[in-house]
């Protein structure tokens, strides 16, 4: 009996230890900044380089069609002096009409960019929420918080701060590492 | 002497007992799970604790993504008299690919009927779910090694089903099983939900539960 009692205890004290550091652990309240992991997240970087060469071509398209109008409308002013009356008001009402139109247009890309600028940051958002569901999950903690910047988290010990921690699990896993 | 016998005894048995214990969980975790009918094998893989259906919710817009065993799609294709060949042929011909289902919905309706804020954007969508998905669905490994999609069906339900539900097929390849996870990527149609991302693990397509055929 006396000597099954050496090993129980050993048992008894892994189990003690165990259940400290797990405890510790999971009673630790934490958060993340989440601002520094958009800016420190690589995909953002790639992400918004894909979405400004997108956008740079769509204002492109705008640019080369005002471009075209406003020579038009300097062909008109240089030569108006010659025009007759009715040639005059037709020159004025198909400038008018091409001027709406390239509004419309500028309107059209100026949504579409936005929406595009919406899917790419909902995109990266996606990344991060799942990452930092998983990490919790992973690592058992019970709740991680967001801190934005804007108040939600008035103060919190530096040991608290997970940031770095998940910036680096998520850039990890987003380059296949 | 016997109180030697008796200590020994005491270490002795406790330690075959656990390995015992060990080899038996070690076999029951490795074999796959087997079911009498197609109904306890749905109820089985819409649990989401099982690991084979995966839910998300993002800006209002549903989305699930359920992995198809082998056996489900076999017992669709089976006669009920069917030969015990049969059987094999069948499992040999759908054991070769994936099969994935995801649902999409909004507010519990499908996304044709919600999504689109006028014709044009209407047709856009229909002709994107019907045509466009192979562009807009990826299936890769951790290291970016991609599984190339070999089909999908979208079948039109006009309003009559809850969510837009399409049947993904990739190949069953054992070196990228050989990896922890799978991530089944869909891109943002139109919704803005941004590109929404589930993780699959292998190990639950290695172990994919199956059904109990009578022949």
């Given at each position: 009996m006396k000597k099954a009692s050496l090993p129980l205890a050993i048992i008894a004290i892994l189990i003690a230890l165990g259940s400290f550091f797990y405890n510790q652990n999971t009673s630790k309240l934490v958060y993340v900044d989440v601002n520094k992991l958009l800016d420190g997240y690589k995909r953002t970087k790639v992400v918004r380089a894909e979405f400004e060469a997108k956008?740079?071509?769509?204002?492109?398209n705008v640019d080369s069609l005002v471009a075209g109008w406003q020579?038009?409308?300097?062909?008109?002013?240089?030569?108006r002096a010659k025009m007759s009356k009715k040639e005059l008001a037709l020159t004025q009402e198909l400038l008018g009409n091409k001027q709406q139109q390239i509004n419309n247009y500028q309107q059209a890309i100026q949504q579409q960019v936005q929406e595009e600028d919406k899917k790419?940051?909902?995109?990266?958002?996606?990344?991060?929420?799942?990452?930092?569901?998983?990490?919790?999950?992973?690592?058992?903690?019970?709740i991680i918080f967001g801190a934005s910047g804007s108040g939600n988290i008035m103060?919190?010990?530096?040991?608290?701060?997970?940031?770095?921690?998940?910036?680096?699990?998520?850039?990890?896993?987003?380059?296949g590492k | 002497m016997q109180n030697l016998k008796a200590n020994k005894l005491f270490y002795v048995f406790p330690v075959r007992a656990g390995i015992l214990l060990?080899?038996?969980?070690?076999?029951?975790?490795?074999?796959?799970?087997?079911?009498?009918?197609?109904?306890?094998?749905?109820?089985?893989?819409?649990?989401?604790?099982?690991?084979?259906?995966?839910?998300?919710?993002?800006?209002?817009?549903?989305f699930s993504l359920l992995y198809k065993p082998t056996d489900l799609l076999v017992a669709q294709e089976l006669e009920e008299d069917a030969?015990?060949?049969?059987?094999?042929?069948?499992?040999?011909?759908?054991?070769?690919?994936?099969?994935?289902?995801?649902?999409?919905?909004?507010?519990?309706?499908?996304?044709?009927?919600?999504?689109?804020?006028?014709?044009?954007?209407?047709?856009?969508?229909?002709?994107?779910?019907?045509?466009?998905?192979?562009d807009k669905v990826h299936l890769f490994t951790q290291k970016k090694d991609t599984l190339a999609m070999l089909d999908y069906n979208s079948p039109r339900m006009y309003g009559m089903s809850q969510p837009t539900t399409i049947l993904f097929v990739f190949p069953r390849m054992d070196?990228?099983?050989?990896?922890?996870?799978?991530?089944?990527?869909?891109?943002?149609?139109?919704?803005?939900?941004?590109?929404?991302?589930?993780?699959?693990?292998?190990?639950?397509?290695?172990?994919?539960?199956?059904?109990?055929?009578?022949?």
């Open positions: 956008a740079k071509t769509l204002k492109s020579k038009e409308l300097k062909l008109y002013e240089k030569e790419a940051t909902q995109t990266v958002i996606n990344d991060i929420n799942d990452f930092v569901k998983e990490y919790g999950k992973k690592n058992g903690y019970p103060y919190a010990d530096e040991k608290s701060d997970l940031t770095a921690k998940v910036l680096e699990g998520l850039n990890a896993e987003f380059e | 060990f080899i038996a969980s070690a076999l029951f975790s490795c074999s796959s799970k087997k079911f009498d009918s197609k109904e306890a094998l749905w109820t089985y893989l819409k649990e989401k604790e099982n690991g084979y259906l995966q839910q998300k919710n993002i800006n209002g817009y549903d030969s015990k060949e049969r059987l094999n042929a069948l499992r040999e011909k759908y054991k070769k690919q994936l099969y994935f289902t995801l649902s999409m919905s909004r507010n519990g309706k499908e996304l044709l009927s919600t999504t689109p804020k006028n014709r044009q954007e209407f047709g856009a969508m229909v002709n994107q779910l019907a045509f466009g998905m192979r070196k990228y099983l050989r990896e922890e996870v799978l991530n089944f990527t869909i891109q943002d149609l139109g919704n803005y939900t941004g590109e929404v991302k589930f993780k699959i693990q292998t190990d639950k397509i290695k172990k994919e539960p199956g059904l109990k055929f009578q022949n």
